[in-house]
């Protein structure tokens, strides 16, 4: 059964940094894609970054890259998000997603990419 369950929201100022994670189960992440979302209050659901575990390549939104960076605790089954530099525009439920890599083509911030999720976690920039 896989099971994903982030942590790691907090309340930080601009410019501060945090850790999200995404610990895994129920399947090995070599196969799978794993992709990080968020949703802000009245918006719909962003795809921010996502990593194939099984060609080994990152994606990231424009707005993200360069303060957010995906990693991976083989030992633990976790993902991470580090994220640095927060703004207050990067206020929102953070979310950790999977999809198995089949090898098709696929649009990798597309929350209907992905089949399973986990519950959110809160991240609040602010002073």
């Known amino acids: 059964q896989v099971q994903l369950v982030e942590s790691g929201g907090d309340l930080v100022q601009p410019g501060g940094s945090l850790r999200l994670s995404c610990a895994t189960s129920g399947f090995s992440l070599d196969y799978y894609v794993i992709g990080w979302f968020r949703q802000a209050p009245g918006k719909g659901r962003e795809g921010i970054s996502a990593t194939n575990y099984r060609n080994g390549r990152s994606y990231y939104l424009d707005s993200v890259k360069g303060r957010f960076t995906m990693s991976r605790d083989d030992a633990k089954n976790t993902v991470f998000l580090e994220m640095n530099n927060l703004k207050p525009d990067d206020t929102a439920i953070y979310y950790c997603?999977?999809?198995?890599?089949?090898?098709?083509?696929?649009?990798?911030?597309?929350?209907?990419?992905?089949?399973?999720w986990g519950q959110g976690t809160q991240v609040t920039v602010s002073s």
């Open positions: 997603a999977v999809r198995r890599d089949n090898g098709a083509p696929y649009l990798w911030g597309m929350a209907e990419e992905y089949n399973d």
